[in-house]
């Protein structure tokens, strides 16, 4: 039973990727406004009917990473080294392991690509203008941003022991996604990125000492 199951997850998956692959080639290439769902299933080669069965809509093909990109970010969290901080690990996987996967997670976190990798960086750089320049894209991509928040900031609060709703867990996941867009616009954004997620680093320290530990009186002689 378990090869067969393993033979349909692979073709599910094939065909998953070959959608979305031929969704974002005809969407950067003419416009996505101005491609069709029967367009992308035809350049994959599978029915409109088999499309919808992998994307609950049209927008749903331009981040088809979403699912995984969130339970990376849990991941992140969740199994960092012994030792290492929930910014350390956040910053380590957002600026390093993710690459240009950080793209994908939000729009607007595009964060310019080393020397070398300008021709991949250049891609990206039209995926992201697509998206700020589609008003439905925009909308998704927001929708979407606001639940890979959500599922971080749970992850923090579970691992750290604080609870459910904590102000400084959602504080952590928003500052933390949000250091791309914010990196982006400095002269050295990859200098800038390491010096906000140093600066998450030092408020976060303060952030998880007790909030509610007794204040020394001061004892006269």
């Known amino acids: 039973m378990n090869a067969p199951t393993g033979r349909r997850e692979r073709k599910k998956a094939q065909t998953r990727k ?3 692959d031929a969704a974002l080639e005809l969407f950067l290439d003419r416009g996505y406004d101005q491609v069709g769902v029967k367009e ?30 969130e339970a990376a970010l849990v991941a992140a969290v969740r199994e960092r080294a012994p030792g290492v901080s929930v910014p ?31 021709t991949a960086g250049t891609r990206l750089a039209e995926f992201s203008r697509m998206v700020e320049e ?5 909308e998704y991509a927001h929708r979407m941003w606001m ?8 992850a923090i609060a579970e691992e750290t022991g604080a609870p459910e709703g904590d102000a400084a867990c ?4 928003r500052f933390a996604l949000n250091a791309p867009l914010l990196a982006r616009s400095h002269p050295d954004p990859h200098r800038a990125a390491n010096e906000i997620f140093a600066l998450l ?9 007790p909030l509610t530990a007794p204040v020394p009186h001061r004892v006269d002689p």
């Open 201 to 209: 680093e030092r408020g976060w320290g303060r952030a998880e000492r």
């Open 170 to 173: 959602a504080a952590l996941a």
């Open 134 to 138: 589609t008003p439905a894209l925009r």
């Open 40 to 69: 992308v299933a035809d350049a994959a080669d599978v029915s409109v009917t088999t499309l919808f069965k992998h994307f609950p809509c049209k927008e749903a093909l331009v981040f088809d990473l979403d699912q995984d990109i």
């Open 147 to 154: 639940r890979h928040e959500t599922a971080l900031a749970r």
């Open 18 to 20: 070959a959608l979305a």
């Open 88 to 118: 350390q690990a956040l910053r380590e996987h957002l600026l390093t392991a993710v690459g240009p996967h950080t793209l994908v997670l939000s729009p607007h976190t595009l964060i310019p690509p080393p020397p070398g990798e300008q």
